[in-house]
């Protein structure tokens, strides 16, 4: 069993005021914590990976399709592989969540 304490793991800014850090992994699925500050955008983008996740702090926008969504403390989300979607914190609290990916992302681009 693996066993990753969240103030033990080593974060990567992805973007502007993005904060990401890989949790833990398998052969089927890997987690992801992140931490986007106040005024923080992730830039439309798309993945092969099936993406959900949960939002434990703060309120998070996701826009796909044209389509806003707000997601709040205690929501939960699923992101189909290959849907372009973005992400925007207009808020000033820091949003705080975890996402799990299957497949696994393995050596993410922004772990470099």
């Known amino acids: 069993m693996e ?15 993005v904060h990401l850090a890989l949790m833990a992994g398998t052969d089927s699925m890997n987690v992801q914590h992140f931490e986007i500050e106040p005024g923080a955008v992730v830039e439309e983008h798309s993945h092969p990976h099936e993406q959900t996740g949960f939002i434990y702090e703060g309120e998070l926008v996701f826009i796909t399709d044209g389509e806003e969504i707000v997601c709040t403390p205690g929501d939960a989300y699923a992101i189909p592989g290959d849907q372009p979607h973005a992400a925007e914190n207009r808020e000033e609290e820091t949003v705080r969540g975890v996402d799990i990916f299957s497949p696994p992302r393995e050596n993410p681009s922004w772990q470099e």
């Open 3 to 17: 066993h990753t304490p969240l103030e033990s793991l080593e974060t990567a800014e992805a973007a502007d005021g």
